[in-house]
């Protein structure tokens, strides 16, 4: 899997059990998928059809239990953890449904952390935090910390956070779920234009059909499985 033509996210035959000891519950049946580099794709279900599952999966967060994930060329489930730890770093960024910041830092504390974490100096951390911030619209915001900020202002912050290091993959879950309809619509433009702009690739869990409609494309999923593809006029 060398082509510089192949698909950034390549799934083939995954399957995801988890063994409680009693009982054995496979969250992920045979999932097949691709993605392609720039693609922006929504992955929609029930409650508990294995949306976060695949996601964890595909980030590298979670173990699969069969198959092969392939990112950028990359067989993920090869790498030791420290280096899906750095992989992830470097080439990932990820949006949560109620933030993950920490309440203690500011707006700008927070995006650059990841980058400090990583190794990067305090000041090219805190140029390339104020510059992600900037592109959110919260360069005014830096010094506040997320008590201060709206909720649509947090997920920015957010998405200045996992845009802070260029990654090639942004993973969302639920990314407007706390949010209502006018911020998240508003947090939705922000997410296509900077799809558009830096042609990175989204990958968004939600149950919002709205949300998934701004998508280039829809994978709907029940009881661990791809049951269709929906694509997306643009």
Known sequence: ????????????????????????????????????????????????????????CLSGIDDLTEGTIWIEGTDINSLSDDDKTIYRAQRMGFIFQFYNLLPVLSAQ?????????????PKDARERAMDALNRVGLLDWSSHKPSELSGGQRQRVTIARALVNNPAIVWADEPTGDLDSKTAS???????????????????????????????RTIHMN??????EEIHSS
């Open 1 to 56: 899997m060398t082509s510089k033509n192949m698909p950034i996210i390549e799934v083939e035959n995954l399957v995801k059990t988890y063994d409680t000891g009693v009982v054995s519950v496979k969250a992920l049946r045979n999932v097949s998928v691709s993605v392609e580099r720039g693609e922006m794709v929504s992955v929609m279900g029930p409650s508990g059809c294995g949306k976060t599952t695949l996601l964890n």
């Open 109 to 121: 504390e927070n995006v650059e952390l990841p980058l400090l974490v990583s190794g990067e100096s």
């Open 186 to 216: 508003d947090i939705m433009d922000l997410m296509q234009e900077l799809n558009r702009e830096q042609q990175q690739t989204f990958v968004i869990v939600t149950h919002d059909r709205s949300v998934a409609l701004r998508c280039n």
């Open 223 to 228: 009881d661990g499985e791809i049951e269709r």
